[in-house]
Every structure is written in C-alpha cells, then in structure tokens.
C-alpha cells in the first residue's frame, strides 16, 4: 500500500474530525468541466444520464458519473454545494458561488463554441460575473430573500481556480506542443493578474490554484493526439505531452511565487492535483481501481473505450449505422470516467489530497482556520 493511500485512508476516518464549522464561509471557485456544478448546463439544457449516475441518480451538471472534487472540498469545509452562477432557478449563494463552466479557457477564446467547441465564459467572464455578485450583494443583502450572502463576505471567502486544461489541450492536435506553448506564458499571466484584481477589487485574501492533470494519460488524448509507441511510457502514458503539462506547471508555480511576493498579506497556495491524478493512473490498483487509461462511458471498448465521433451518452449514425456510447456498471473502478474527465471515486481520492494539505506549496494547513467534517 502507497503512502499516499494510507494517508487518504487517515484522513477518510470520521473520527479525525469534528462537527465545528469551518471558518470559511464561503467558496468562489472559477474553472472549467472539471469543477463545474452545472453552469454549463443552465446556459445551454442538454445533459442527460448516465451523467449523474452514482450519487445524484440523474443529471446534475456535473461532467463525471457523480460529484466533482469541489463538491467534496465544500463538503470537508462543512459548506453546501455550490451553486452555479448561472442557475436561475434553485440557487442558493449564501455559501459562495460557481462560475465554472465546461470547455471554459483562461483565454478569450477567438470562436464560437459551435465552431471550436469552448466555452464563451472564459476567466475574464467568469471574473466579471464575480464582480457583479459582489454588486448585487451590496445592494440587496440582507434585504429580502435573495438567499446572497453578508455583504462583509468576500474578505473572509476562500476563492479557489481550476482552470486552464481547455488552454492547453484545445489545440494541440492542430499546433502541436510547440504551437501551444507559445501561449501558455499568458495563460499563466492572466491567472496571476485575476487573483491580484480579486486581491485589489473584491478584497480577496485566500487563493487555490490549481495545476494541470497529465493529460497525456487521459483514453482520450492517447486516442486522438498523435503519437507513437516510443513516446509511450511503461503506463502506457503519453511522455511528450506530459512533459509539457509538467513545463506548463512549473511556470504557473513560479509565476503563483512572484504574485504571492506582490500580495503580502494575501495566502496564495498552489495545489498540486498533478501528482494526484497521475498516480491514480500509474497504479490504479494501488488505490482500489481496476482500469487507469480505459473510459467507464465511452464507445469502441479496446484499451481506452473511447470514440472521438461520440461521447459519453449521445448516438451517432457513422457511415450509415448508428453507433451508441455504453456506460460501465461499475464506475468506482474507473479513474476515468468519459476518457476526459475523473469519476467520482477518483475526485474523492484528489479533494482528500486537498483537503489534508499535502498538495499545498507553500504549506497550508487547512485544519489550523476549519475543523474538517468527513467526505462520503
């Protein structure tokens, strides 16, 4: 057994907690599919099962078969989920808000979503959004039942960043590494000068920036980015797109110490889910899975079971036939979960690396401002 299992196991015990609230009241979290609560979904209707399969039991807009790792770390912080900004109806903001969106970028992206396939609510929108929230709750709250938190909130908030995956992989398949790496310089930039206006604007004082999974593992980049076997390691990973994540992650690493320089009584932690995620996909059995590189949801079966032409839950007529995506019966030994995004049981093992701290540089340990409450 890895060390790192037994310290989630560790930190998965009840008794390793207490029922105290934590002293965060809040969470504002900007990012992509990967941490979105279904602002996606409100903006454009279309989800549907089996997404939401194991804990919701129907669509809930998130882009896994259950809960997302931010709705574990809200829960390890005794907070509720958080509410897509973007939800009319059924919010609730008195514990934060969501401004991610799947297919969101850092960077303004040059097309339409029904052209390139990314989000309009990049970083600067979702920042945007931000601002206003904070407009509309220093106009309404406490009046009324708006269900906004105290105006006095977004001082005392914890704002947390998972994004900047879409930046990276959205196109690599037509500009190769070098074409992308060109631009990942202001990627990382345009994260950095977001947290300082949240710092100067909002009075933002305690930030999670998260960095970049091996994308190189996930069924499907191995599937549709070229490659061939020599490049491919003993995990059967992808090392040259790795090895750019991990370029991309040392830059926003260094960039996160130079703006935390320039923010001196702000805490700015940078979160390595990186070396969570790719463990979980070098030694899946060591951590209770079976399948690392191989999609739960997905179409084609073989090593990945993923088909670029149709994804998780939708049919396609290909060549006169229609073809359909099957969905496992048994998610909780999948790492991944539609060949892009982590299954539940792969969230909860990333948020307790969050949560017990040991992902943190510089160290931050969240047990000294919460008493943590179980995640299950």
């Known amino acids: 057994m890895s060390f790192l299992f037994f310290a989630l196991l560790i930190l998965a015990s009840p008794s390793t907690f ?8 809040a969470i504002f979290n900007f990012g992509d599919s990967n941490s979105d609560t279904g602002g996606f979904w409100a903006a454009f209707p279309a989800q549907k099962l089996p997404f939401g399969m194991t804990y919701f039991g129907k669509p809930a ?41 799947a297919a969101s970028t850092v960077l303004l992206p040059m097309t339409s979503l029904f052209v390139s396939g990314l989000s309009p609510f990049s970083l600067a ?3 945007n959004q931000m601002k206003e929230f904070r407009s509309r709750v220093l106009e309404f709250s406490p009046q009324g039942n708006y269900y906004l938190p105290p105006k006095d909130i977004f001082s005392k908030s914890l704002y947390i960043f998972d994004i900047g995956q879409n930046d990276f992989t959205g196109r690599l398949a037509d500009i190769g590494i070098p074409g992308v790496k060109k631009y990942l310089p202001q990627v990382v930039s345009t994260i950095s000068w977001t947290i300082k206006e949240i710092y100067n604007e909002l009075g933002g004082r305690t930030f999670m920036v998260f960095n970049l999974a091996p994308v190189g593992c996930f069924p499907a ?8 076997t020599s490049d491919l390691d003993m995990y059967g990973c992808m090392i040259s797109y790795n090895n750019a994540v991990l370029d991309y992650n040392k830059m926003l690493k260094d960039t ?13 932690v940078y979160v390595d889910t990186h070396s969570v995620k790719l463990e979980l996909f070098q030694h899946p059995k060591d951590h209770g899975f079976v399948y690392g590189t191989r999609a739960c949801c997905g179409e084609g079966g073989g090593e990945y079971n993923f088909n670029p032409l149709v ?31 982590a299954t539940e049981a792969a969230n909860k093992i990333v948020a307790f690396g ?3 701290g040991s992902l943190f540089d510089p160290p931050f340990p969240l047990s000294k401002y919460c008493d943590l409450h179980p995640i299950g």
């Open 125 to 127: 929108i979702q920042l």
């Open 256 to 268: 996160l110490s130079q703006t935390r320089d320039q923010l001196p009584d702000a805490t700015l």
């Open 18 to 25: 207490t029922d105290a609230r934590c002293d965060f009241p």
């Open 311 to 341: 994804f998780c839950g939708n049919s396609k007529e290909i060549n006169g036939k229609n073809i359909s995506t099957s969905t496992c019966d048994d998610p909780q030994n999948y790492v991944s979960w539609d060949g892009i995004h």
């Open 221 to 228: 980049f191995l599937t549709e980015l070229p490659h061939n």
């Open 354 to 356: 969050i949560l017990n």
């Open 61 to 101: 807009g998130r882009a896994s078969d259950g809960r997302a790792a931010i709705d574990f770390i809200a829960q390890g912080l005794g907070l509720p989920f958080l509410s897509p900004y973007l939800q009319s109806i059924g919010s609730n903001f008195t514990h934060g808000a969501n401004f991610a969106t």
